[in-house]
């Protein structure tokens, strides 16, 4: 038997929504990605494919990488792009 349990997740705010989402980071290649978030520095793709960031063609290790990604994410949280619901909830 599953156990779900509601808990308090992060989002934007509604008026930068549309510059935050992005699509899901195994439908687009990195170059793809990197070309959709070239003028956005809000995409989320900055935090689920860190390698945009990066120098085409570079190949920093997963270490750095998953460093980079986190940085990304507590930067997005710290700045006010994401916010933590105040409350546990449920999401579909």
Avoid: W
């Avoid at 935050?20 to 070239?38: F, G």
Wanted: charged share 20%; aromatic share 10%.
């Amino acid at each position: 038997v599953a156990n779900i349990k509601p808990f308090m997740g992060y989002h934007p705010p509604s008026d930068i929504a549309s510059k935050v989402s992005s699509p899901p980071y195994d439908v687009i290649t990195s170059d793809e990605a990197r070309l959709m978030a070239q003028n956005n520095t809000l995409s989320f793709l900055r935090i689920i494919k860190p390698e945009i960031d990066f120098e085409s063609g570079s190949e920093p290790n997963l270490d750095i990488l998953h460093k980079h990604g986190s940085d990304n994410l507590y930067q997005f949280i710290d700045e006010g792009i994401l916010n933590q619901d105040e409350n546990n909830c449920f999401y579909l």
